[in-house]
Antibody
């Protein structure tokens, strides 16, 4: 069955960096676009970024553009999110989700990122 | 990339039907047939319930249905059950390879 497992979350100071990973199994990883979506504590869902099946196209929400970088390693069935210049408002549970550029289907369980001094 | 508008709450008694709306613009909901609905129980990851406006993934009960008229999409839950109590989010493709989500609706089964 489809499984997505996020890791790499934790507590980090404002201005610092963090890299999240999303390990995939149970499907042909290299055939699907993958999204990052986040959810601040007690808040709604916010789309963060998407990468095409082959990594050639990447798109970002305005709120993270220039600070976050999405990438993937299809040989390792793994998605990444490099987060630089972190802000308090980036505090959230970060989910990876499979799908197409136009939408998502399976989601991981998420990893919590807390940006605090 | 403004969020889609959902009512903050909805409720119904067991066996009843409830409809949750999701209003966007011609740039998202009204412009594409790529509206999805997600169910999220407390402390859990979102689960896809409806995609491409009306389609149900395998395993989702047919009590859940979706529709769209103009810039507003709707999720209807028929024959409400206690386990349907959760937060529901809509999302839409918004062009330029981006997605936009609604603010979420807390569904209470009375």
């Amino acid at each position: 069955q489809v499984q997505l497992v996020e890791s790499g979350g934790g507590v980090v100071q404002p201005g610092r960096s963090l890299r999240l990973s999303c390990a995939a199994s149970g499907f042909t990883f290299s055939s699907y676009a993958i999204h990052w979506v986040r959810q601040a504590p007690g808040k709604g869902l916010e789309w963060v970024a998407v990468i095409s099946y082959d990594g050639s196209s990447k798109y970002y929400a305005d709120s993270v553009k220039g600070r976050f970088t999405i990438s993937r390693d299809n040989s390792k069935n793994t998605l990444y999110l490099q987060m630089n210049s972190l802000r308090v408002e980036d505090t959230a549970v970060y989910y990876c989700a499979t799908g197409t550029i136009m939408g998502t289907d399976y989601w991981g369980q998420g990893t919590l990122v807390t940006v605090s001094s | 990339q403004s969020a889609l508008t959902q009512p903050p709450s909805a409720s119904g008694s067991p066996g009843q039907s409830v409809t949750i709306s999701c209003t966007g613009t011609i740039s998202d909901v009204g412009g594409y047939n790529y509206v999805s609905w997600y169910q999220q129980h407390t402390g859990r990851a979102p689960q896809l319930m409806i995609y491409e406006v009306t389609k149900r993934p395998s395993g989702v009960p047919d009590r859940f249905s979706g529709s769209k008229s103009g810039n507003t999409a709707s999720l209807t839950v028929s024959g409400l059950q206690a386990e349907d109590e959760a937060d529901y989010y809509c999302s839409s493709y918004a062009g330029s390879s981006s997605l936009v989500f609604g603010g979420g609706t807390k569904l209470t089964v009375l």
